[in-house]
């Protein structure tokens, strides 16, 4: 089964940390780009945090920088992300997709990616 699967979601106090996990299977990325989004309650899904296949190139979006860390491991077919100081604005389902490489893709868009896991919540109480 081609799947994506996040984990490591919960709930937290402000200025907790979470560590999301997002595990491939049947489904190649250790050559792709990969993306977290985020999409709170009533809002529309948003990018978060884009690594490159190698992991050479990170970015974050503002509302995260200095707080959140992606990262990855190819041999494990794995993609993380790091998340401290969180606030209770941080709550959200969290989203890992694979970035489509195709004219016009841009990696902190929705449509540029193929693949999506199911999400995990993140909870951030205040």
């Known amino acids: 089964q081609v799947q994506l699967v996040e984990s490591g979601g919960g709930l937290v106090q402000s200025g907790g940390s979470l560590r999301l996990s997002c595990a491939a299977s049947g489904l190649t990325i250790s050559t792709y780009g990969m993306g977290w989004f985020r999409q709170g309650p009533g809002k529309e899904r948003e990018f978060v945090a884009w690594?490159?296949?190698?992991?050479?190139?990170?970015s974050y979006a503002d509302a995260v920088k200095g707080r959140f860390t992606v990262s990855r491991d190819n041999a494990k077919n794995t993609v993380y992300l790091q998340m401290n100081s969180l606030k209770p604005e941080d709550t959200a389902v969290y989203y890992c997709?694979?970035?489509?490489?195709?004219?016009?893709?841009?990696?902190?868009?929705?449509?540029?990616?193929?693949?999506w896991g199911q999400g995990t919540q993140v909870t951030v109480s205040s």
């Open positions: 690594i490159t296949w190698n992991g050479r190139y990170l």
């Open positions: 997709g694979r970035f489509r490489v195709a004219s016009g893709s841009v990696y902190s868009r929705v449509n540029s990616y193929d693949y």
